[in-house]
């Protein structure tokens, strides 16, 4: 007969889930659980893995640890030796079920901790549930959509209207981010035993523990070492009037309609709101962006001119310095009365679409209960570890004041997982890329003129409108420029901004070029392919001392 400290049971009913997971073990004849005690006896096969059933204990939100006999075989202390140091793992508990949390839990299990995630929604998160994979998949098709209709060689190809198939293309959109949360979350949680998955809220009973509403019903005290924040963030609403009294969406909501509407009104001017108003006017929508400034407008102004440009070149209509002040949904439609200076007017949609921010999820975390401070913005405050200012805890994503692009959260939670198990690692956005998926596309990386000289950094910069760079030319679309901020005196490159097809797929390079801390003149001595996008880094190096309009086509 085996016996089990089990802590953390609150109740007589959690003794009972304890035995009844026991018992389903393959190898367990009998289990008997003492709440008072604290205690499990189990009678089991020989040779029985003990770390199965300490994980299944896990499982349910209790720590366990074996009792040993004084009268065991020598045989039996050295098995009795290597489950003791399993069970004196360090005990983590992650809050999350998207990027940050499972690198960190990942990293942490390799790194010898035993893990307890837990979530309260779908496992995933956002970016493979409801954000950057279905949102791409969205793009991508009224991309093609696009193309289809209109293109630079219709001279040569006859355009063809094509018919969009919303249910159909939906459909293919939720196959993959149902193949992907499955093959990258939850196949990987299921076949990693130092990791038990916890379905349900937490939220902090103190500084050393958590109180798990269970969603099969009840609550669990989950004990840890450390913990680790990673619950994300949701779409922010404006306080408009009467706007929560109708049935707007946000970027949930769209990306899983099931059809396109005729007149999509959307509130908002960064990422979120002009990816989608571009992706359902290429799917057939009218649409008309309200921006309460101009787009982009934390932007060097240039990213935004451009866009603006292309989006009204493709029928969008984009209404600057234009605000809602009132939101009403009558007999079907939306009806938003706008002001612009003292311009009022009204605008009609049969669908309106808000996108103005996230909110980090936080509020009902109880983070006051664990000593952990947030910003006005509710956002978890944290240094370059990520700690927080409880040593024990620890917080990444986007429900903390750091960037919120999941390959950020997803790099914080691998560091916060190095830290909480005795390492010392730090994350550096110096070099951080970003990349927004309209057509053109923007990408950016390091400072802007304007956050250099707030930093008070002299510049020297130069700006390369695409009808230089040759696979613009090739593609017969020159919408769009490169701009290279270098600092003034050392020429060494500190920022990249860039409006352009596939934009992304050139903001890396200049991200490794400022992270080595080259200068503008080694970028252009550099060897680029002829007739690719990425070549337009090494042309708008060379205009810091060259004219490269007097240049032949792929002069080095």
């Given amino acids: 007969m085996m016996e089990i400290n089990v802590a953390g049971m609150t109740c007589a009913s959690c003794a009972t889930h304890v035995k009844d997971a026991l018992e389903k073990l393959t190898g367990i004849s ?22 199965r059933i300490l994980a299944a204990i896990a499982a349910l939100g209790y720590s366990a640890t074996f009792i040993e006999s004084a009268t065991s075989s020598d045989s039996d202390s050295g098995a009795a030796s290597a489950t003791d140091r399993s069970a004196q793992r360090l005990q983590i508990a992650v809050i999350g079920s998207g990027g940050a949390a499972m690198a960190a839990a990942l990293k942490a299990v390799e790194r010898g901790a035993q893990v307890t995630l837990i979530e309260r929604g779908t496992i995933g998160g956002t970016c493979v549930n409801t954000g950057c994979v279905p949102s791409k998949i969205m793009i991508r098709a009224a991309h093609v959509a696009h193309l289809r209709r209109e293109s630079p060689f219709d001279g040569g190809i006859v355009a063809t209207a094509p018919a969009i198939l919303r249910e159909r293309l939906l459909a293919q959109q939720q196959a993959r981010v149902d193949e992907l949360r499955h093959a990258k979350y939850e196949a990987i949680l299921d076949g990693n035993p130092a990791i038990a998955v916890l379905h349900g809220e937490a939220r902090f009973k103190d500084g050393r523990s958590l109180i798990v509403s269970m969603a099969e019903g009840g609550e669990r005290v989950l004990a840890f070492d450390r913990c680790l924040v990673a619950t994300g963030a949701s779409p922010a609403v404006p306080p408009i009037p009467g706007l929560q009294d109708t049935p707007y969406w946000t970027s949930t909501e769209a990306l899983v309609s099931d059809s396109i509407p005729a007149r999509l009104a959307v509130i908002g001017s960064s990422v979120v709101a002009l990816e989608l108003a571009q992706a359902f006017a290429r799917l057939g929508s009218q649409v008309t962006i309200l921006a309460r400034s101009t787009l982009f407008f934390r932007e060097d102004p240039a990213i935004g001119v451009a866009i603006t440009a292309a989006f009204r070149a493709e029928g969008i209509q984009v209404l600057e310095h234009t605000q809602a002040s009132q939101v009403a949904h009558m007999d079907g439609e939306f009806v938003l009365s706008t002001e612009s200076g003292a311009t009022r007017a009204e605008i009609r949609a049969d669908r309106l679409l808000v996108a103005t921010g996230r909110t980090p999820n936080t509020r009902s975390l109880t983070l006051e209960a664990a000593g952990v401070a947030v910003n006005a913005q509710g956002a978890i405050v944290i240094d370059q570890g990520m700690r927080t200012g409880n040593s024990h805890i620890y917080a990444a994503g986007d429900c903390t004041d750091q960037p919120q692009f999941v390959y950020v959260a997803a790099a914080a939670g691998t560091r916060a997982a190095i830290n909480m198990t005795g390492g010392d690692a730090a994350l550096d956005l110096n070099a951080m890329p ?46 769009g420029f490169i701009k290279l901020v270098a600092e003034a005196g050392s020429g060494r490159l500190i920022g990249v901004q860039a409006v352009a097809p596939e934009a992304g797929e050139l903001i890396q390079t200049a991200a490794l070029a400022i992270h080595k801390r080259m200068t503008v003149q080694e970028l252009a001595e550099q060897l680029f392919p002829y007739l690719t996008m990425v070549e337009g880094l090494k042309l708008a190096a060379q205009t810091f001392n060259k004219d490269v309009k007097q240049l032949s086509c792929c002069a080095g």
């Fill in 434 to 479: 970003a990349v927004v998926f309209t057509d053109p596309q923007v990408a950016t990386v390091g400072y802007s003129e304007a956050e250099a000289h707030h930093d008070g950094i002299e510049t020297d910069s130069r700006t390369l409108t695409l009808d230089n760079v040759p696979r613009a030319l090739a593609n017969f679309d020159t919408r």
């Fill in 30 to 51: 009998e289990a008997s659980v003492s709440y008072p005690e604290g205690k499990a006896q189990v009678a089991a096969d020989a040779g029985i893995d003990r770390e």
